[in-house]
């Protein structure tokens, strides 16, 4: 065989393998080979043997049957070592304490990817009633406080080419409208946050702002707490140890 198709394979096979694990990473849970060939398009006797292989070396994981797969615990152990090398994350550990402490809410530190945020660090709330977030998750940016914080520091041009003109609706609060969206990215950047009142979760509002040590930003902070316990007050209060941590975080990922 031409060393041109050699090549060629190769990159084919691991562009079907990552394709594969990021099928697997976003549906949680076990799926047939069907249901996995249905979804990537790939034919069954290669996509057999191709997680055959994954499975063997632990990136994919089988059933008590051998005949339903989901994502194995290799790829936890590589995304907790992006975690644990990466330098924001570090340098945020501290601010990120105080921020939970200074509003005893949960707090997120999250990265824009394309058109989502992926949840970095949090801390939870210590009260019964609070959100919860696992680190690694990933949500539509146009729908979080985090995500409108980041598409706020791009020009509108960029942001009208990253994002469709109907957006998903997640709630009945969610912006699904994009140049409704680009209005309201204007009075972010004027304001210096972003809110996000039950756009992606009911009964929750969160109040986000960027880390401004990129331009544009590449990582957000944010604040989440129930409307049940927001009043006027907290969310002053909220607002001010956003600004603070901003400011602390700016300092400390000044040299990344």
Not at 102 to 130: C, M, P, W
Not at 149 to 161: G, K, P, W
């Amino acid at each position: 065989m031409p060393a041109g198709e050699t090549g060629g394979s190769q990159v084919k096979s691991a562009v079907r393998t990552v394709e594969l694990l990021e099928f697997f990473a976003g549906r949680p849970g076990m799926h047939s080979l069907a249901d996995v060939q249905t979804a990537v398009g790939y034919p069954k006797s290669s996509l057999y043997m191709l997680l055959r292989t994954l499975v063997d070396l632990g990136w994919v994981e089988t059933d008590a049957t051998g005949t339903r797969y989901g994502i194995g615990v290799r790829a936890l152990l590589v995304g907790t070592s992006y975690i644990d090398g990466d330098e924001v994350v570090a340098a945020a550990r501290p601010t990120l304490d105080r921020l939970s402490d200074d509003t005893s809410e949960t707090i997120h530190l999250a990265r824009l990817e394309g058109t989502n945020v992926v949840y970095l660090s949090t801390r939870q709330s210590e009260h019964y009633l609070r959100p919860f977030t696992r680190v690694g998750r990933r949500l539509p940016a146009h729908s979080t406080s985090l995500g409108k914080a980041l598409l706020a520091t791009h020009s509108d041009e960029r942001v009208r080419a990253l994002l469709p003109e109907r957006l998903d609706r997640l709630t009945e609060h969610t912006v699904t409208d994009r140049e409704q969206l680009i209005a309201e990215l204007a009075q972010i950047r004027e304001r210096g946050y972003a809110t996000d009142r039950e756009e992606n979760t009911l009964g929750l509002s969160c109040f986000g702002i960027a880390i401004p040590y990129r331009t544009p930003a590449r990582d957000a902070i944010s604040c989440s707490v129930p409307v049940a316990r927001l009043t006027p007050a907290h969310e002053q209060l909220i607002r001010e140890a956003l600004f603070d941590a901003r400011d602390r975080l700016t300092l400390a990922t000044r040299h990344l």
